[in-house]
């Protein structure tokens, strides 16, 4: 029989730290992929479609390092004769570890040591198991958050882990139903998306499983092309298995992280598998709405080992096959008015003969998966999953484990103060309740729904029924979130008006005057005010020098923009401490080298700089250590370059 329960695993892992408190207002998040020519028109729309250029409303958490200590995490655990699936509801509703009873294998890349890197769209991440990313392209904003989680009864008497949360930045619910059958051989997923808003709204979803990368390890999925990138060239149509001279499902005849979005025509079934030597693997199937089915590697460079031992330390390397909505991840779907998008997803022990998964005949290999698959889980099985997840998707939750975040309450909230439809909570409650602890988050925004006075909020909205409660209310602290959201959607000259309104108000907090000389001064950079945006930085930051975020944006963007000389003088001010931090370490080297003093740079290189937070195909640590240290070769610490 299936056995539901709820615990504590122990993992090693650092502290994810307090929220960074600065607004996402910059448009920084770009597009790495060019599309060529060879790639449909109708894909070619769908990536110009959606794109956002930043995560407001949401903040960045960056607060993490990588001091591991043994922490508890609380976690779910669903386990039948065949397999063990964990849970972690807490981090994003990660699905940890999927455990093969017969093969007494793991068939998800899993560790001990969780270690938090900046790879997100909020930038903190984690390496490992099995995750659901919805919004934009990237890891998901719900990546490092608790997920409301509960445990949900069917009319037949089975258990469902069910989980779901209110997505900001498209202003979606999205739930997430777990179950395991008595004796079956894969872990059933529904997923829920359901778009309350009377417009359409660009969609993503990528279900992204990390898998052990082997020598023998390969990937196989129901087709023969592939749209493919290593990052430096142009997205194209490409044979996997003809690759660069090489065939690249086996894992390690990639030199360079790639991506392979295997193009699987009309008629064909959805799955993709990674399987070792002996044809154990990770199998992901899905119903078809769920499309599109990826590899990504991270390459045999220095580089892309470098970063495997990053993000796992010790665990040896891994790679990842994913699934998604759009056949590729550099497209938005367009999610109709009032729609709701499910779909079911198997996760489970491909079990392949390695004579034929391993052979050199790519047409052979994917038969008889293709066989294999069926009898692990059939279509039709699917599709009856399908139909029974639907029926029980608004069935109330029996008990709850775990509360998500505060903010699909404030949002039932906001739409029966407008007069606009919402979703049936009776699946998906969101409980307006200070146990939530998110009052101090959310409490300033129910009160102006309420129509009390809005005193301020270290939280942040949008949309433009918020800008019209901030508008009618007047204060000062309602000019400066109104001049924030102004500046998150890019209407600078209304955001450099709507600060400078705000600095003038008397009634403006001293936190809010720091924000708002530092909005002002990223406006004014970003209209190429260059002089006037610098002061006003510089002004934001000796506000509050204990701010670390603040001063590591100051000293970036000085240097960014000609002035190393300020970003030396704002470390220098800093109090006792701050100066040793990794990022502040590299970026005062960085000042140093840009103001003549190299040998000093130098120095500071030689001792040892570690930057938790380094992101994702950064190398700037690297391009300095060549330019102050010319004469030596980079050291391996350094090399984060996956080309």
């Known amino acids: 029989m299936q056995i539901l329960s709820f615990s504590t695993i122990t993992l090693n892992m650092a502290e994810l730290g307090s929220r960074n408190p600065l607004p996402a207002v910059i448009a920084e998040l770009d597009q790495p992929y060019r599309i060529g020519d060879d790639v449909p028109e109708e894909l070619q729309a769908a990536a110009r479609y959606g794109q956002v250029p930043n995560m407001f409303p949401y903040l960045m958490q960056d607060g993490y390092s990588r001091e591991l200590t043994a922490r508890e995490v609380p976690a779910v655990v669903l386990e039948n004769s065949k397999l063990r699936a964990v849970v972690l509801p807490t981090l994003g509703g990660r699905l940890w570890e999927l455990f093969d009873k017969a093969s007494g294998k793991h068939l998800l890349h899993t560790h001990g040591t ?15 198991g099995l995750e659901w990313n919805i919004g934009t392209r990237g890891h998901s904003p719900t990546t490092c958050d608790p997920m409301h ?8 008497g089975h258990e469902v882990l069910r989980m779901w949360e209110f997505e900001r930045l498209r202003g979606v619910v999205f739930q997430v139903d777990m179950w395991l059958p008595e004796d079956s051989d894969v872990l059933l997923t529904a997923v829920r998306i359901r778009n309350p808003h009377d417009h359409d709204v660009p969609m993503y979803w990528w279900s992204n499983a990390a898998v052990p990368e082997t020598p023998e390890t390969r990937v196989i999925a129901p087709a023969t092309e592939a749209f493919g990138s290593d990052y430096t060239t142009d997205i194209s149509r490409v044979r996997p298995t003809e690759h660069q001279g090489t065939d690249a499902t086996w894992l390690v005849n990639s030199p360079h992280a790639a991506d392979f979005f295997f193009d699987i025509q009309p008629g064909h079934r959805h799955w993709i598998a990674a399987v070792d030597h002996d044809g154990d693997g990770l199998a992901m199937l899905s119903t078809s709405l769920l499309r599109g089915k990826k590899l990504f590697v991270w390459g045999q460079s220095d580089g892309g080992k470098r970063w495997q031992e990053w993000l796992s330390p010790g665990a040896g390397p891994y790679a990842e096959i994913q699934a998604g909505l759009a056949q590729t991840q550099f497209e938005h779907l367009a999610m109709p008015a009032r729609a709701e998008w499910s779909w079911v997803e198997a996760y489970g022990n491909a079990r392949l003969d390695p004579a034929t998964s391993h052979s050199r005949n790519w ?3 994917v038969a008889h998966a293709g066989a294999r698959l069926e009898d692990l889980v059939p279509d039709a099985e699917l599709e009856d999953a399908l139909a029974e997840a639907t029926r029980n998707f608004a069935l109330p939750p029996d008990e709850m484990l775990v509360r998500g975040s505060a903010w699909g309450a404030l949002e039932s909230a906001r739409r029966r103060h407008s007069g606009k439809a919402w979703v049936d909570e009776i699946g998906t409650p969101f409980a307006n309740d200070v146990k939530l602890g998110a009052v101090e ?73 720091v924000l708002a000389h530092r909005g002002r001064a990223l406006a004014l950079l970003a209209t190429d005010k260059t002089d006037e945006g610098l002061a006003e930085l510089a002004a934001a930051s000796r506000l509050e020098p204990s701010n670390l975020p603040l001063l590591s944006e100051a000293m970036n963007l000085s240097i960014g923009h000609g002035n190393p000389a300020q970003a030396l003088a704002l470390a220098s001010e800093a ?20 103001v003549g003093r190299s040998p000093e740079a130098a120095a500071i290189l030689r001792a040892g700089v570690e930057m938790p937070d380094i992101r994702e195909g950064e190398d700037g640590i690297a391009a300095l250590w060549q330019q102050v240290c010319p004469d030596e070769p980079v050291p391996a610490g350094y090399r984060f370059a996956m080309h």
């Open 114 to 128: 969780m270690q938090f890197a900046n790879i997100a769209l909020r930038k903190v991440w984690f390496a490992g």
């Open 575 to 594: 109090p006792a401490g701050m100066s040793d931090v990794g990022r502040v370490r590299f970026l005062t080297a960085l000042a140093l080298a840009g």
């Open 149 to 156: 989680t509960a445990i949900v009864k069917t009319p037949e």
């Open 363 to 365: 047409d052979a290999a």
């Open 441 to 513: 988050e959310t409490g300033p925004w129910h009160c102006l729904l309420e129509g009390g006075t809005f005193t301020g909020a270290g939280s942040f909205v949008a949309g433009a029924d918020w800008e019209e409660l901030l508008a009618n209310d007047g204060g000062a602290e309602a000019r400066f979130h109104l001049a924030t959201m102004k500046h998150a959607r890019q209407d600078l000259g209304g955001a450099i008006a709507g600060y400078g309104a705000a600095l003038g108000a008397d009634a403006l907090s001293p936190r809010s005057k």
